[in-house]
């Protein structure tokens, strides 16, 4: 054990079932260190069963209060180098059943004693849902009630990531060990991953749950969708893309008026907006301070008057701070106004956590550092998609007689209303690709682009390809194909392109999707406007009826 929480450098220690009916200093020593043995909270064993027992690193907390219940010890810490304090409850859950709707609501009194700061983590002895489980002996009347109870409790649970369950007798195999929170401590820690290791001696998989984790961020230019609203936009927008531009080829043009309006517009943002956190919690501060004075004195017209303001510019910055998390968050089809600021950040958190690629398993082995996952990813995509294979060979199409189309209205150069109706039907919000303007963007500011963008296209439409690299890049991401994905071929990537190089093909996909219902068989019914993949089903029914009817013998594959 002492070994364990070096390796993994712990500065919280929780253990179950430790089986002491007594712990004192030279016990924690010997057992996670010397750094642990001043501040620690224990619940003895009964006998040879139970006990539970907490221990902080000195260095980093330190215990302010304790108490302990029949199944759980509840400690509240603070870190000394920030002074943040918040409650910890480790448990250690009851085996018999007739004891569990009691620990249960053992949780509901400890919740009553916590703030809103609450992490509670441990052996619960019973499973949440029946894919805790491998196989179908199972309480139903006490996962409910457990359910119920972390429901009213408001609590979210931490997902586990690289584990389903987390404890195995080598014949059933369950998940009964979990960490939940409040939503105010989620927020504390936004980063944090729960992740299991290796089982070692124990029938039980330790949890490691890391608060933070350092990962190099995207600074980039990122377009915020609520910028269109701000009285100002248009003219720096207008300002910034109008400016002389000394260059005839049209991506080079537009691709340099893009960069320019993206710095304009940041510089912008900043002035007007600023450090919009910062900002809150100062106006929060300025507004208590008065409200303070005014309980001793009356307030004179000019801090009534500073008051009001601040009142205002806080309703403001809150509303901007929604609008921000929500386009975070990627629940766009709710309207910011259906939900508050912390719904989101809690979906923005999640969201987060669930993206993050703790690890990769390569032929090399695991890998957990973020230079080697990234070292991975490169490796496999440019084996994967940066080589060309030598073709031996090819169809002779001549040869297959398909049927021949006339598509000379294809050639016709495109217009104006043409990509006008394009952006309008782009979504307005979707993640953006290496440029970092999304489709409010171009809708918002047509009046000012579309000379440009119009140039670009129809130097597009005279298959000029020059420059046009700076428009056509995109952003290649992982998308899991299982909920424990570790290797790469377990990850599905998909590519955010660039703003230009999507309006392209979106506009050529509109034109040649008008023609697919006589370019493509009538074999073929899926993402075939006015077809339906039900349609294969009533094809093949109607066949066999037909062959049937006929005596004629015949075979299906599938």
Known sequence: MNDLVRDLRSTIVCLQETKLSHV?????????????????????????????????????YTVQSSFITSNAVT????????????????????????????????????????????????DFNMILQASDKSNDNINRRLMGAFHKTVDDLELKELQLKGRKFTWTNNVTHTRIDRAFCTGDWEQMVPNCMLQAVSSMVSDHCPLLLIGDIVVKKYRGFRFESFWPRIQGFSDQVAEAWNRPVSLHNPFLRIHTKMQRTAKKLRGWAKSIIGNNKLLLLAARQLIWILDVVQEYRQLSPEELLLKRDLKNRYLAMTAIEKLRVRQQSRMTYIKA??????????????????????????????????????????????????????????????????????????????????????IMEMHSEKAPGPDGYIGSFFKSCWDIIKGDLMSAVHFFYELHGQHFNLLNCAHIVLIPKSVDASALSEYRPISLTSSIAKIISKILATWLSSCLDSLVSRNQSAFIKRRSIHDNFLYTQNLIKALHKANRSSLFLK
């Open 337 to 422: 106004g259906d939900a508050n600021s912390k719904f989101f950040f809690l979906r923005v958190n999640g969201r987060r956590r669930r993206n993050f690629i703790q690890s990769l398993h390569t032929s090399q082995g695991a890998v957990h550092l973020q230079e080697d996952k990234e070292r991975a990813v490169v490796d496999h995509f440019t084996d994967l998609l940066g080589s060309v294979g030598s073709r031996e060979e090819t169809i002779n199409w001549d040869r297959v007689n398909l049927q021949r189309h006339d598509l000379s209205h294809l050639e016709v150069p495109f217009t104006e209303k043409e990509v006008h109706d394009v």
């Open 24 to 60: 004192e200093g030279p016990d924690i020593r010997e057992t996670v260190g010397a750094e642990f043995e001043r501040h620690f909270a224990y619940l003895p064993a009964q006998e040879t069963r139970g006990g539970v027992l907490v221990a902080v690193h000195e260095d980093f």
């Open 75 to 122: 400690v509240k810490v603070q870190a000394t180098t920030s002074g943040a304090s918040w409650w910890l409850t480790v448990v250690y859950g009851p085996q018999d059943d007739s004891a569990k709707l009691a620990f249960l609501n053992e949780l509901r009194q400890i919740s009553c004693i916590t703030s809103d700061l609450w992490l509670i983590i441990g």
